[in-house]
């Protein structure tokens, strides 16, 4: 097998400057807090908000589906185990909003009537250029 080099920039770093620390015990920023629960809030309203995330990444509840880290050991879980992205996906996947039958929420127009074949516009049905 072949020797791996490493680009010239790796070559000047001064190891004894480097120090390892413990891990820090949480991640979070408030902007990040508020963004997600924000989000949160929008999609899902205030108590399937709670409910949810309260479970999210808990040993009684349900893991992130967006989440590429390890489960802690449950008695080293927070009531907020995730993250900002971990709680836009849930609050995306478990939105109240639903797609409506009988009309469109864009439009207004009746999806019997106005399907792919028969088409919403002039380039309804065409490919993608």
């Keep these: 097998m072949a020797k791996r080099h490493y680009p010239a920039h790796h070559d000047h770093v001064d190891e004894e ?3 390892v620390s413990g891990p820090e015990d949480h991640a979070a920023g408030v902007k ?5 629960i924000g989000r949160a809030l929008h999609h899902m309203g205030p108590t399937r908000t709670a409910r949810t995330l ?3 990444n808990q040993t009684d509840g349900f893991d992130c589906m967006s989440c590429a880290w390890p489960d802690p050991d449950p008695e080293h879980r927070h ?10 996906a849930v609050a995306e996947e478990a939105t109240t909003a639903r797609a409506l ?3 469109s929420p864009v439009t207004g127009l009746s999806t019997s009537t106005h399907t792919v074949s028969t088409g919403w ?3 309804a049905g065409s490919p993608i250029r």
């Design 32 to 36: 990040a807090v508020a963004v997600s």
């Design 79 to 88: 009531k907020a185990e995730f993250c900002e992205n971990g709680a836009k």
């Design 17 to 19: 400057k480097l120090s």
């Design 121 to 123: 516009g002039s380039r």
């Design 101 to 103: 039958r009988s009309s």
């Design 54 to 56: 309260v479970k999210l």
